[in-house]
């Protein structure tokens, strides 16, 4: 009888499987190579959502946030100014229908608004069409970083609104108390010359 011989090839088989790596299945993922939020330099506009992206500069005074709700791009805080009871909010989005419809439902959410403000402007700005609404007066929005509030007096709302890069259109629209708003205009129009397709 053959036993032993049977035996020992079948060891030397086993050994022999044990010294190789096994190779990654077609189902595993790859090992990940981007590195934490600390390690990357910081960028000057979101992450991609869809086509037709655009590109902007940020200004530096503008503390991006965590995004309150997957409907945002992009969230930036604006710091108070001096007697001003809240911080004013960017919020940057794609999604919300017409430029039309969204001038809207802006202009409801000032209820009264002050008599001299609901001005709209148009521009072009490499190539895109950037329309500027701005209203103040009492503002009864619902949602301000998450958080429904009450009516606020003495709130401003500046907006940008870009077409022509393609897709949905882009939504940009600062909320907060009106010296706070206003004070923030400068660095508005910086962000807003600052457009340009991706």
Same mark, same amino acid.
């Given at each position: 009888m053959h036993r032993l011989p049977i035996f020992a090839a079948t060891?030397? #088989? *086993? *050994?022999?499987?044990?010294? +190789?790596?096994?190779? !990654?299945?077609g189902s595993s993922p790859p090992p990940s190579t /981007?590195? $934490?939020p600390s390690q990357t330099a910081k960028v000057t506009n !979101?992450? +991609?959502a869809g086509p037709g992206e655009i590109a902007w500069d940020t !200004?530096? +005074?503008?503390k991006e946030i965590p995004n309150p709700n997957a409907m945002r791009i992009a969230t930036y805080l604006i710091a108070r100014q001096e &007697?001003?009871?809240?911080?004013?909010?960017? /919020?940057?989005s794609r999604v919300g &229908? /017409?430029?039309?419809a969204n001038i809207g439902r802006w202009k409801a959410q000032f209820s009264p608004p002050k008599p001299d403000s609901g001005k709209r402007f148009e521009r072009d700005i490499a190539g895109l069409k950037v329309t500027i609404y701005e209203v103040s007066g009492t503002y009864t929005g619902m949602v301000i970083r998450g958080q429904t509030i009450q009516p606020r007096q003495d709130w401003a #709302? #500046?907006?940008?609104?870009v077409e022509g890069s393609g897709g949905d259109p882009w939504f940009f629209k600062l909320t907060g108390p009106e010296k706070t708003v206003q004070a923030?205009?400068?660095?508005?129009? $910086? #962000?807003v010359n600052s457009f340009h397709p991706k």
């Amino acid at each position: 009888m053959h036993r032993l011989p049977i035996f020992a090839a079948t060891t030397a #088989l *086993l *050994l022999a499987a044990c010294d +190789k790596t096994p190779e !990654p299945s077609g189902s595993s993922p790859p090992p990940s190579t /981007s590195a $934490s939020p600390s390690q990357t330099a910081k960028v000057t506009n !979101p992450p +991609k959502a869809g086509p037709g992206e655009i590109a902007w500069d940020t !200004p530096a +005074k503008w503390k991006e946030i965590p995004n309150p709700n997957a409907m945002r791009i992009a969230t930036y805080l604006i710091a108070r100014q001096e &007697g001003d009871p809240d911080d004013a909010e960017m /919020s940057v989005s794609r999604v919300g &229908g /017409s430029v039309e419809a969204n001038i809207g439902r802006w202009k409801a959410q000032f209820s009264p608004p002050k008599p001299d403000s609901g001005k709209r402007f148009e521009r072009d700005i490499a190539g895109l069409k950037v329309t500027i609404y701005e209203v103040s007066g009492t503002y009864t929005g619902m949602v301000i970083r998450g958080q429904t509030i009450q009516p606020r007096q003495d709130w401003a #709302l #500046l907006a940008a609104i870009v077409e022509g890069s393609g897709g949905d259109p882009w939504f940009f629209k600062l909320t907060g108390p009106e010296k706070t708003v206003q004070a923030a205009r400068a660095d508005f129009d $910086s #962000l807003v010359n600052s457009f340009h397709p991706k």
